[in-house]
């Protein structure tokens, strides 16, 4: 158990809609990641948050937004949602704002299938 | 821009095998090279990092050497148990002015008994 959590575990949904991820760091841990894993376009990095401000962006679609809030929890928003969209998506944190070498915990994910 | 090639899979091992997966990069810069392991229905874990050139990673008996002339992080393993089996990505980091995370494709890896 890596002490970081994500809910929900499942979730389907029909294109077009709206989902909402969340996901709670470590104790302690500032920074919040998250990634997205797809058979096609294999394990990428979306966004990372340190203390409620944005740190890094990779792939991130415009459809797809993220906030870190004062206590730290991150949600991922994902937005008009398409078939290509179904992914399992993971929540990281760690202890500074380094993605360079800071050690990240990975949480169990959250299984995105869109119908 | 930066990419990460793994060798690709599956590799199938008998226990007691050794093991290498290979990792090569194309980076500007100067990044931190990582191996993350995935097991089946969980997230990824850490399972060693380099941050520079030469610095040699280790954990479980794994591990990797960041060859910056030759561009690679190649995963090895003396004697692989069953336990091993699960899936290898290989990855990248850098800071600086844009931060960001590039994987490989990952390896799986399977030790028959």
């Known amino acids: 158990d890596s002490g970081v959590t994500q809910t929900p575990k499942h979730l389907i949904t029909a294109t077009g809609q709206r989902v909402t991820l969340r996901c709670s760091p470590r104790?302690?841990?500032?920074?919040v990641y998250w990634y997205q894993q797809s058979l096609d376009q294999g394990l990428q990095f979306l966004i990372q948050?340190?203390?409620?401000?944005?740190?890094a962006k990779g792939n991130i679609l415009e459809r797809f937004s993220a906030q870190q809030f004062p206590d730290l929890h991150s949600e991922l928003n994902l937005s008009s949602l398409e078939l290509g969209d179904s992914a399992l998506y993971f929540c990281?944190?760690?202890?500074?704002?380094?993605?360079?070498?800071?050690?990240?915990?990975f949480g169990p994910g959250t299984r995105l299938t869109v119908l | 821009g930066d990419s990460v090639t793994q060798m690709e899979g599956p590799v199938t091992l008998s226990e007691e095998a050794f093991l290498t997966i290979n990792c090569t990069y194309t980076?500007?810069?100067?990044?931190?090279l990582f191996w993350y392991v995935q097991y089946p229905g969980e997230g990824l874990q850490l399972l060693l990092k380099?941050?520079?050139?030469?610095d040699k990673g280790s954990n479980k008996g794994f591990e990797a050497t960041y060859r910056k002339e030759t561009t690679s992080f190649h995963l090895e393993k003396g004697s692989v148990q069953v336990s091993d089996s699960a899936v290898y990505f290989c990855?990248?980091?850098?800071?600086?002015?844009?931060?960001?995370?590039?994987f490989g494709t990952g390896t799986k890896l399977q030790v028959i008994p």
């Open positions: 990281a944190s760690s202890l500074g704002s380094q993605i360079q070498s800071d050690t990240q915990y």
């Open positions: 980076a500007t810069g100067y990044p931190s």
């Open positions: 990855a990248l980091s850098k800071s600086g002015g844009y931060q960001k995370v590039t």
């Open positions: 104790s302690g841990d500032l920074s």
């Open positions: 380099a941050t520079k050139a030469d």
């Open positions: 948050y340190y203390n409620g401000e944005e740190r």
